[in-house]
């Protein structure tokens, strides 16, 4: 090789954006850019800084640790050193950091010929060396050290505490460089809490950079078919949806506070009248919450008369968006046009009595609480009028996390309208309503730590109302949210792309970033 190509080879190995370029033929975008180079600034020059990384999901992070990582590997595989990367499991999110790793020093023309792969969970380029593992709670990682990079993905799903004992040492010996990648979550994360200490570092030196805190706007302008993909997203689950508020704009959530707060409530609120009556032609659903176990409560040592004793029914007419007054997202919209609730009634009863609904009001669906007590209704339903109509759901904390996310999309799109009754003629409806709103203010939630973001809610066993001093149960609130069960289905059943199964637009689109 003559003189003039060794240099412009050393001038592609001292840029970690012309490395990337020239060597994978990846392009990294400004934001991307700019966190490559401080991170490997701090890694050579040994400055042992720390870093967060806060981006959108599907806007290149991925791409970006594994661009860095092999850089860092090239560079140093004559001196040698070692990288350790942390992710919250194994399986899938260690071996899917592994397998992009592997991916992007294949493609790469300097490391094509010089990596390969050790013990499993670890791999080489010359004296340079990569580890993966896994941050899960129950695993045993003490005695790994970090020299050069000490990186952490997902962080926001990294117990603290795991990270304080364990972790954190292996980059002490020789102050490597610390790096917390991740989505937004909760303010009590690990990535949060080592934000606002990053951030401490950034006002003591403007200058010196360590938060990169990205949305979808910033992403979006420099790949605008990601905008799109989040516009829709916006659609289909509300701009104040946690998981829009986390996942695409960054934005952290309190991780303990009232799930229903006053805008949200405002959203609920329509037009229509109470009916007491079907009115014909027009499509019904009717949602029941059966008198019984606390649905994982949040907690489980209630009194024995603040426990649940009351079954409710929700009935809702859907609403084509075609005949809206205004646009909805999704596949229509709930309208609540009548409640009942009964209070210590034999499940015989209670079986004939709803009977009797299904029979009026002719529901296209009727969604049943199967929890507990609920199985022996949900069973005799099932018998009675088929699998067709009757929608069984079990309430586990799994099920019920899941349940509190799908209704917050129908809260946040405005799908969810509330009757406007006559307070003089109205007054049982009005009062069940109220009655509604009421557990809405008194329920609380929790986002739990963990990858599967598991959302707690409810309204705390024991809860009374400080202005009657009556106990506070969310019979009303969980009949309703049964709505969440039954509403992808309608959605899919009129919006014919929804059911079409593909693949993600942003692996396409991002190269798989």
Known sequence: MDEKGSIEISRVLSDVTLFSAVGGG????????????????????????????????????????????????????????EIVKISPTRKPQSINAMRRLERTLRRNIFTKDLWKKESGYSYRVGNAAIFFLSGAPESNIVGATASLLLELDEAQDILPSKYDHEIAPMAASQNATRVFWGTAWTEDSLLSREMQSAGKAERIDPADRRVFRIGADLVTKEVPAYGKFVAEQIRLLGRD???????????ELNGQSGLFHEKRLEKMRGSHPFLY????????ILLIDVAGADET?????????????STALTFCRIRDPLLAEQEVSGGGYWQVVRREIWLNLPLTEQVERICQRMIVW????????????????????????????????????????????????????????????NSMTD????????????????????????????LR????????????????????????ALAAVIDRSLREMKTETLVVPGRDPLRDLDRGY
Not at 26 to 42: G, H, K, P, T
Not at 379 to 386: H, M, P, T, V
Not at 433 to 440: A, G, I, S, T
């Open 362 to 421: 002719m529901p296209e669906y009727c969604v049943v609480d199967a929890s507990g007590v609920g199985a022996g209704i949900a069973s005799l339903l099932l018998k009675r009028f088929g699998t067709i109509r009757i929608l069984p759901f079990v309430f586990t904390a799994t099920s019920k996390s899941k349940l509190g996310w799908d209704f917050l999309s129908i809260i946040d799109t405005a799908r969810w309208q509330e009757a406007k009754g």
């Open 277 to 284: 009556e079907p009115i014909m032609g027009e499509r019904y």
């Open 427 to 454: 007054t049982e409806q009005s009062d069940l309503q109220d009655h509604f709103f009421r557990e809405l203010r008194f329920c609380k939630s929790e986002v739990l730590a963990g990858a599967e973001k598991k």
């Open 26 to 81: 990846i392009r990294l975008r400004n934001y991307q850019r700019n966190v490559a180079e401080a991170v490997v600034e701090s890694v050579i020059k040994q400055q042992g800084k720390s870093f967060v990384v806060m981006f959108p999901r599907q806007s290149g992070k991925n791409e970006l640790q594994a661009q860095i990582e092999t850089y860092l590997l090239l560079v140093f595989s004559r001196e040698g050193g």
């Open 241 to 251: 949806h946690p998981l829009v508020r986390t996942q695409y704009f960054s934005e």
């Open 457 to 480: 809610w409810g309204i705390p066993a024991g809860t009374r109302d400080p202005a009657t001093g009556e106990w506070m149960h969310d019979d009303l609130l969980m009949s309703a």
């Open 297 to 309: 409560s949040a907690s489980p040592d209630a009194e024995n008369e603040s426990r649940r004793d």
